[in-house]
């Protein structure tokens, strides 16, 4: 919903962009058993039908969304995408960051929040942001989208070379790495056997 409410400020901010730029989002519902996260679905739905009412019309939506699981969507938006938000308020590794840079052949942008896990490797080559910052996240995205294009291509390989470096062989061997370093620590062996 964040990155809706951004997107928002954006077209609030920058009406020039009416009907040239789309927020597409692929939404994958889960747990639909639990009260929350249909309340939370609910409100997605909400928030997005009224960016559309307030900003849309004559055939364009500025969102739009996606429900369940479409692989060729999917990948054709990731090929496609001129800046992609990924803006988990904590996360893990966040592999759709890392698919982004390896696939997207259109020099885009990755506007990639501080907290997600594939930040630390990603960071020289993405537009950082504060998950909780609606404003600077509307910043961030006006910036993907008027960067130049020297830029936006220097990004994109950066991107996609960090990716191609660290992969799963890489990101294995130092979790081993780690844990070797770990045992070898005075008085570890002893805490992790008692």
Avoid: C
Avoid at 70 to 81: G, H, I, Y
Avoid at 162 to 187: C, F, H, K, M, Y
Wanted: aromatic content about 8%.
């Amino acid at each position: 919903m964040r990155g809706f409410l951004a997107y928002e400020k954006l077209l609030e901010y920058h009406p020039e962009l009416a009907r040239k730029v789309q927020f597409w989002a692929f939404l994958q519902p889960s747990r639909q058993d639990v009260e929350a996260y249909r309340d939370y679905l609910r409100m997605v739905r909400t928030t997005a039908h009224r960016i559309n009412r307030k900003y849309g019309g004559n055939g364009w939506s500025p969102i739009r969304l996606e429900f369940g699981e479409s692989v060729r969507k999917a990948m054709a938006a990731l090929r496609n995408f001129d800046v992609l938000l990924v803006n988990p308020v904590y996360d893990g590794l966040n592999l759709i960051s890392k698919e982004g840079a390896l696939v997207n052949r259109n020099s885009g942008v990755i506007v990639l929040s501080e907290n997600a896990g594939a930040h630390e490797e990603l960071h020289p080559h993405v537009l950082s942001v504060n998950p909780f910052d609606i404003e600077a996240t509307a910043d961030a995205v006006y910036r993907g989208l008027m960067m130049s294009a020297d830029e936006r291509r220097r990004r994109n390989e950066g991107a996609r070379d960090v990716v191609r470096t660290n992969d799963i062989a890489r990101w294995i061997s130092r979790q081993v790495q780690d844990i070797r370093e770990l045992v070898a620590t005075p008085g570890m062996r002893a805490r992790m056997t008692s």
